[in-house]
Each structure stands twice: as C-alpha cells, then as structure tokens.
C-alpha cells in the first residue's frame, strides 16, 4: 500500500538494505525496480538472475535482451515502461524463489505498482503469475488480459524461456502485439 511520502527512490534504498531473508547473504547487488515511475505499463517477472545481481537492474542479461527486442519489434520504449521482479535478490542457482521469499519482498512490489500506478500489468511467466493472482498455467492463459482489484494484468510467457525453447519467440511476439495494441487504444481513452 502506498504511503504518504512514499517514493520509487525510497523503496530503492529500502531494498538495496534489506536483511529479510536468507536471499541477502549470496547477493552481489539487491535488484529493485527500474524505468518510468509514471509508466502506463508494468512488467513483473519472477527473480533476478546472475546479469541482474552483478548489474543491480532487472533484465539486463539475455532474457532482458530478449524482452528489449521484443518491445521494440511492436514500438514500445523501454526507458518508457517500470520493470521489476516478485522477489528482489537472486535466488541460488536461479531456483525459483520460495514462497516466504515472496511474501518478504510482496510490501516492495505493492508499493512499487501503487506509486507507478500503471494502466496495464504485464505478468511475465508462472512465477509472476502465480505470486500476482494466483495463477498456474502461464502458456494455458497468456495472451489474456484479466482485471482484478481495478488493475488491468495481461499474461504472457517469460522472456527466459526462449532461451530453452526458441519456439516460444512467435508466442511473446504474438502477446506484445497484443498488449501494445490495448495500451495504445487505453492511452487514448
């Protein structure tokens, strides 16, 4: 929930300090949010990886790359949209982050999509998916677009999945269209 006096900048600090989980003891850096703080458009993924805990910024390593292209290819702007993560340190391995993982970092993703306030939500894969409304089924359900709570969430495939399964690409190609096509119908509403 925001709170007065609340900022992206202090749930930054907040999460570049925090000592809540186990997480903190193996990162290099903590990886909050990054881009617009005004942002029509959200995008949510599961953890960092290795590029991002080096880094400190979400999707910088190959699945970012993946995710850059891609919002290119149907004329969204990066710098444009807020990107974050369900749980902000990397887990070991890349294993997916636990579930007391998640319920430590849910305060800082809450604050962050209350401040940016975006118009669309953009759930990318089962972990978002399932942390954000309870869902099971990312490739079952992407492409859709699912309000809740006066939020509008679209659901799509994560961008490091095409790493394993290039088939994918057609898929997050398809779903960007989609999302880009409804966020410019809303931006002009």
Request: hydrophobic share 35%; charged share 30%; aromatic share 6%.
């Amino acid at each position: 929930m925001e709170m007065p006096n609340d900022s992206i900048e202090k749930i930054h600090a907040e999460v570049i300090s925090c000592k809540s989980c186990d997480l903190c003891k193996n990162r290099t850096n903590a990886v909050p949010g990054d881009g617009d703080s005004k942002a029509s458009i959200m995008f949510i993924g599961e953890a960092p990886g290795r590029n991002e805990d080096e880094k400190g910024k979400p999707f910088v390593g190959m699945a970012g790359k993946i995710l850059d292209e891609t919002l290119a290819k149907v004329g969204l702007i990066r710098s444009r949209v807020y990107i974050t993560n369900v749980v902000k340190c990397r887990p070991p391995g890349n294993r997916v982050p636990t579930d007391d993982e998640r319920q430590v970092c849910k305060d800082y993703l809450e604050r962050e999509i209350s401040i940016v306030s975006p118009k669309i939500i953009c759930i990318l894969g089962r972990t978002a998916y399932q942390s954000l409304l309870g869902g099971n089924s990312i490739l079952g359900n992407r492409g859709k677009f699912i309000q809740k709570d006066n939020r509008l969430y679209f659901l799509t495939v994560h961008p490091a999945a095409l790493i394993y399964n290039n088939k994918l690409r057609k898929i997050l190609e398809l779903d960007m269209e989609t999302l880009a096509r409804e966020y410019r119908r809303l931006e002009l509403t």
